[in-house]
């Protein structure tokens, strides 16, 4: 007598997360990271996401820091790759400097028409923090190293660890979306 085979347990993620390294980061980390020391309270266009006594994401425009658009191209070229998408698409950015005993709060870029988020590594001290991504039950850790460019679903809730190192950890995150047309 035949048993039927139960149906195999439902996985609790499916989500996607993509990565890659980008070709000459060390000298790319190392232009971006001496811009960013050198930026003014005025160089940034609007900060936002305030806690722990710090803006969380910082804006600035493109031109501001030239290696950023290095970065950018890169990370579109990679967006269009994992969407499937031959025309351009609208990328929004901005940095994530977290200090000393500092980190990121728990939460999403699900907020407009976002097709696609991420996150590249400019410096990244030991003890820096890992990226937290958290899908249901499912709490994968990323250890972030230089130059790794990460890219993962909006609605993905991520954060980031306590920086327990004695130093700056720089990241650029970007959103990509449908190009406005």
């Not at 590594?121 to 499912?138: C, F, R, T």
Request: glycine share 8%.
């Amino acid at each position: 007598m035949n048993e039927p085979h139960p149906a195999p347990p439902r996985l609790w993620s499916s989500t996607p997360v993509h990565g890659t390294r980008l070709p000459d980061a060390e000298r790319i980390n190392a232009a971006l990271a001496a811009a960013y020391q050198s930026l003014g309270e005025g160089d940034f266009t609007r900060r936002t996401h305030y806690f722990g006594g710090r803006y969380e994401n910082l804006y600035l425009e493109r031109t501001r820091i030239p290696e950023i658009a290095q970065v950018l191209d890169t990370a579109e070229r990679c967006a269009r790759e994992i969407l499937g998408k031959e025309q351009p698409l609208r990328c929004g950015f901005w940095l994530n400097a977290q200090g000393p005993g500092q980190s990121t709060t728990a939460h999403n870029h699900d907020e407009n028409d976002e097709l696609l988020s991420g996150v590249y590594y400019v410096q990244v001290p030991p003890d820096s923090g890992d990226l937290l991504l958290l899908d249901g039950w499912l709490k994968a850790r990323v250890t972030p190293a230089p130059g790794l460019m990460l890219f993962f679903p909006p609605q993905l809730v991520h954060q980031v660890e306590t920086n327990r190192s004695g130093e700056l950890r720089l990241s650029l995150a970007f959103n990509f979306g449908p190009a406005a047309g």
